[in-house]
């Protein structure tokens, strides 16, 4: 709730108006937020926020780990640090996607780690005969996928 005083030419307080707004759903909604961000902090797998450019604008502790860059020393630079030089048609490839608006399927693709390996990499997920696996290859616990999402449950 907010209250105001409403002062006279004589700087009195003649009267106040109080304000009060339900504010239920912004804090469930800000509560979701916060929820879906500590899902991603403390993921293990790499989840790279980038800007329709190639920007890194974020970088998780599970991208921390695979790359071995520390957030702050990515943060602002080219995703193409990460793509060897034969593959930096598929940055404008994925971006493309995004822009027109179009779901970018699972693909596996080579990108380089801080030391210059090369290294696999699974994006995001891919499903292997029962199991989902990460972009590490690890098998996942089973989850339940939403109707018509191509899955079945428990898999």
């Given at each position: 709730m907010t209250i105001t005083p409403i002062r006279d030419s004589c700087v009195d307080i003649v009267r106040y108006i109080a304000l009060k707004q339900d504010v239920t759903e912004r804090r469930a909604a800000e509560e979701s937020q916060r929820l879906l961000a500590a899902i991603v902090v403390s993921s293990d797998d790499a989840t790279i926020g980038k800007t329709l450019d190639g920007t890194i604008q974020s970088w998780n502790n599970g991208a921390e780990a695979i790359y071995g860059y520390h957030a702050h020393e990515v943060i602002g630079k080219s995703i193409l640090i990460l793509l060897p030089l034969g593959r930096h048609d598929e940055l404008?490839?994925?971006l493309g996607n995004v822009m027109a608006g179009e779901s970018r399927s699972h693909f596996e693709?080579?990108?380089l780690t801080k030391e210059g390996l090369e290294s696999m990499f699974?994006?995001?997920?891919?499903?292997?005969?029962?199991?989902?696996?990460?972009?590490?290859g690890r098998p996942l616990p089973p989850v339940t996928l939403p109707k018509g999402s191509g899955g079945a449950s428990g898999t």
């Open positions: 404008t490839d994925i693709t080579i990108r699974r994006s995001p997920f891919l499903r292997s005969g029962t199991t989902w696996e990460s972009s590490w």
